[in-house]
């Protein structure tokens, strides 16, 4: 039998890795698009926005994991329905639990595999990536300066930048401020340098000329200057998000959840996040052997296993939209909680019980033998 469990388990793994790195795939590009602004428009580095996309797999991997498995099973096992090797192991008298052994075991494996990318994974990655998009986003010079080019700001500033230096340092800098409604202020200046406060960038610039325009009076002023600043306030400053409830470990959810000075909204959610995390990765193994039941418990079909198929994703399909459903309502309603649990035991109490009782082939045709008798 160990033979027959390697032979079915490889044919899955391979299967559950295709179906995973295409969707997975898919889902890159889609996520990357939302990237593609900061490379082409700010500067963002390659290897920056490949590691930022790289950071949201893990989330994605854990939703895709059930899905990509199912599949993946439902193919092997369909596959050898139709090349009859699946009749020929129920004609030997192999039962239906047996056959789905192998299924069972790669949904083991998975689950326990996402037990460690939800609670360890996903929190890593997540932290890491509010780190690098607050990075991004506040990295001035590198972001939103652009050599050779005019970059115009919210607040009515548009920046020249001649060259970048490789000590940090800017060349030839035209400054254009227009904050103000009734005033105009052109800065020129040789040299600057970018440095950072709390309120904000200021550069500091060397060796240039100010000048200002009233447009309410037409008053012309110039001055030259050695060292001058000038104070961009929050234009590209952006808050530090708020560590989410993604980046906090089952254990800090439930302590959180307990926490008397956060928000009975937010413990809710923490809550909610917290039996979620428990509840997700038996999904693994509930839609492994939900996309094997079906095919071993029903009689065999020349015309094949369509109906068998079908209702067998509308069963997976439900499960799945139950368990999203039950996770954004467990966030309003504590006790929804319940129905979470319930969503996950009752599928696998009666997938079990299915295999289980179902008959092998072999104590079919001894027990019609008798009834003939």
């Not at 047996?98 to 949904?107: C, D, Y």
Request: include cysteine; aromatic fraction near 10%; glycine fraction near 4%.
């Amino acid at each position: 039998m160990k033979k027959l469990d390697i032979y079915i388990a490889k044919q899955i793994g391979v299967g559950f890795l295709l179906v995973a790195l295409s969707l997975m795939s898919m889902l890159w590009l889609t996520q990357s698009l939302k990237f593609v602004e900061m490379v082409t428009d700010k500067g963002l580095p390659v290897y920056l926005f490949v590691e930022m996309t790289s950071l949201l797999m893990p989330r994605v991997f854990s939703i895709l994991s059930p899905i990509a498995l199912f599949v993946a099973v439902m193919f092997v096992y369909n596959r050898l329905i139709a090349d009859s090797e699946l009749v020929v192991m129920k004609a030997v008298g192999i039962s239906s639990i047996v056959i789905a052994r192998a299924a069972i075991m790669v949904g083991v494996v998975l689950a326990i595999f996402n037990i460690f990318v939800l609670n360890y994974g996903i929190p890593m990655a997540e932290s890491k990536f509010r780190d690098l998009e607050y990075e991004v986003k506040n990295s001035f010079t590198k972001m939103m300066l652009r050599e050779g080019a005019f970059t115009s700001f919210k607040n009515n500033m548009t920046i020249f930048i001649d060259k970048f230096e490789d000590d940090g340092s800017v060349k030839g800098i035209l400054v254009s401020d227009a904050k103000k409604p009734n005033e105009k202020v052109v800065t020129v200046a040789e040299k600057g340098m970018v440095e950072y406060t709390d309120i904000g960038p200021k550069i500091l610039l060397k060796n240039g000329t100010r000048q200002m325009m009233n447009k309410k009076s037409g008053q012309f002023s110039s001055m030259r200057f050695d060292d001058y600043v000038v104070d961009f306030g929050d234009v590209s400053v952006s808050k530090k998000k708020k560590e989410s409830v993604r980046e906090k470990s089952i254990k800090e959810l439930f302590v959180e959840a307990k926490n008397p000075k956060v928000s009975l909204k937010d413990r809710r959610a923490y809550k909610a996040e917290a039996h979620r995390r428990i509840i997700a990765p038996f999904f693994n193994l509930i839609f492994a052997m939900l996309a094997c039941v079906g095919l071993l418990i029903a009689n065999f079909n020349r015309r094949g296993q369509g109906k068998v198929i079908t209702i067998s994703i509308l069963s997976m399909i439900v499960i799945q939209a139950f368990d999203m459903s039950f996770a954004n309502m467990a966030r309003r309603n504590e006790w929804v909680v319940c129905l979470m649990y319930l969503n996950c035991i009752v599928p696998l109490l009666v997938i079990s019980w299915l295999l289980i009782k179902t008959p092998s082939f072999k104590k079919k045709r001894t027990m019609e033998d008798l009834k003939n008798a």
